[in-house]
């Protein structure tokens, strides 16, 4: 499913007019489409308010009641700021009154069991203008079931920004595909369950949603003569002292997605606790400037990850400036994410901050990130030339070359140390055993939620933990392999 900036739905409109396909024709499209979607949410006993805007969002509201008292169902249509302005919602309305259908004026004694927001769409400018705040705390207080057209009146469209008098959506059904803030925050909190309602253009967009179909369509399966050597030698830089557990999470994980071998360079004390737990791996005890000197050249690694559980320092960043020359594909977690440029080689490097990470990295608040995931991280990626994996709920994956993904599999459960050190094993593994670069990526990505959801199918989300992605990633990974 794709995701549309409101400069892109315009320009799409646009296009389909000089096609031939009316703006008229598209908000009829759109009117049937939300009739057959929202249908099944009522029932011919509720009282039904359709607030019309006086834009196009508003002209979407005005067919749909048109559907709506077509079947029977009992609707007031009211204009809150006014009558439509646009051409084509003027249109509409006239249709609709020679239809024989009336236009009501807004009573604030009259109850309602489901309000239909079709105030402002993707052409809401904030904040929202006082003769509208008046008329939404009186439909808060109505406590009926809200449908929001397009996106819930008071967000931003491309930003997670929400006016503090923004409608908070029970349903919200979006025409064409998802706007950006379905996926930001704090503005996908206010649209509550999402449908999108298809209206008839073709999709083109450069950011999509990463579906289970997905995953399924670019599983590889393992050829019956395959070896450990087809699979990756990796090398995972990780674990401390004081941090032995993420290496062992993030080598446990590799080794379960898939992985052929598995080095981990870290100190004696922090093998003496991942050994027990992956017996597979081998391990290697170099100081950050030896491994400089020597051992890749020795050990020929086809892949490598580096961060869990080290703290950034001089020595580690000049190890990492060391690999970005191996042209080999790499993967920057935790400790290793810092600011740097990075090389235009042809291997992918991967980059793995959460929103905290992400916000030291461009010295922005994390407000700022939150409300800006999709396209902060788009630039960073193609300006960099790095694949960037936002972590935090709807992780976003940007591509550098300006594609991207969102996950939308993953629960609270993965609120906990160590999760991000299990992503980045996984991702070790997939990179190598899968030669699209971006399907490695994002199935890594989405299986990590997965597992979290099949958790909280059974159990309590509090009681997740990060080793259990060792137990439930057989299972899991079973569930995609075709026969
Ligand atoms: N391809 C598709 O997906 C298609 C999508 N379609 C639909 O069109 C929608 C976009 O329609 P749009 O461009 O007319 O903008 P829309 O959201 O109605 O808002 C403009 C109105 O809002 C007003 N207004 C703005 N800010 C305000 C504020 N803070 N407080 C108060 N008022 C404010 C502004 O007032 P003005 O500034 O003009 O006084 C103007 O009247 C889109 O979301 C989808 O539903 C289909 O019908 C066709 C194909
Ligand atoms: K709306």
Not at 67 to 75: P, S, T
Not at 167 to 178: N, P, R, V
Request: include cysteine; hydrophobic fraction near 40%; charge should be negative.
């Amino acid at each position: 499913m794709y995701i549309y900036t409101s400069e892109q739905i315009k320009a799409a409109d646009q296009l389909a007019e000089k096609r031939g396909m009316s703006t008229f024709s598209l908000m009829e499209n759109a009117g049937c489409g939300l009739y057959h979607a929202i249908c099944p949410y009522l029932s011919t006993n509720q009282k039904l308010l359709i607030a019309s805007g006086k834009g196009n969002n508003g002209g979407d509201g005005i067919v749909l009641a048109r559907y709506l008292k077509m079947a029977g169902f009992e609707v007031d249509l009211i204009f809150p700021l006014g009558e439509p302005k646009t051409g084509v919602a003027k249109q509409h309305l006239h249709y609709y009154e020679q239809c024989g259908f009336p236009v009501e004026e807004w009573n604030p004694n009259q109850t309602y069991d489901v309000i239909v927001d079709a105030l402002l769409g993707v052409g809401a400018i904030l904040p929202l203008q006082e003769s509208l705040v008046e008329w939404i705390k009186w439909m808060k207080s109505m406590k009926a079931t809200i449908i929001s057209i397009d996106v819930p009146t008071g967000i931003s469209s491309n930003s997670g920004v929400v006016d503090q008098n923004a409608i908070k959506a029970d349903y919200t059904f979006s025409l064409h595909g998802y706007k950006p803030s379905r996926f930001l925050f704090p503005s996908s909190h206010f649209y509550g369950q999402v449908e999108v309602v298809d209206i008839g253009l073709p999709q083109k967009s450069n950011w999509r949603v990463w579906t289970e179909k997905d995953v399924q369509k670019s599983w590889v399966k393992r050829e019956t003569n395959a070896h450990k050597g087809l699979f990756g030698t990796g090398l995972l830089i990780a674990g401390s002292h004081e941090m032995p557990g993420s290496a062992a999470l993030a080598a446990s994980s590799a080794m379960r997605f898939g992985i052929g071998k598995l080095t981990v360079n870290t100190t004696q004390h922090a093998s003496a606790i991942i050994g027990p737990i992956v017996p597979e791996v081998t391990f290697l005890y170099h100081t950050y400037e030896e491994l400089v000197r020597s051992e890749w050249k020795n050990r020929r690694f086809t892949c490598a990850a580096i961060g869990p559980g080290l703290d950034p320092t001089d020595d580690l960043e000049k190890l990492v400036t060391y690999l970005l020359k191996q042209n080999v594909p790499l993967i920057l977690d935790a400790g290793a994410i810092q600011s740097r440029s990075y090389p235009r080689g042809e291997k992918p490097i991967i980059l793995t901050p959460h929103p905290g990470e992400f916000s030291r990295l461009l010295q922005l608040s994390t407000k700022e990130i939150q409300e800006n995931r999709i396209e902060l991280a788009s630039e960073y990626a193609v300006t960099h030339h790095v694949i960037l994996i936002l972590k935090g709920e709807y992780t976003v994956i940007a591509f550098p070359d300006g594609t991207g993904y969102i996950n939308t599999t993953g629960n609270a459960s993965l609120a906990k140390g160590g999760s991000g050190d299990a992503l980045t094993g996984m991702l070790l593994a997939s990179i190598e055993g899968n030669d699209c670069v971006k399907a490695a990526v994002l199935n890594a990505v989405y299986i990590h939620g997965v597992c979290s959801d099949e958790w909280v199918r059974k159990y309590s989300e509090h009681t997740f933990v990060s080793s259990d992605f060792s137990s439930l990633l057989p299972m899991i990974c079973k569930s995609f392999e075709k026969e």
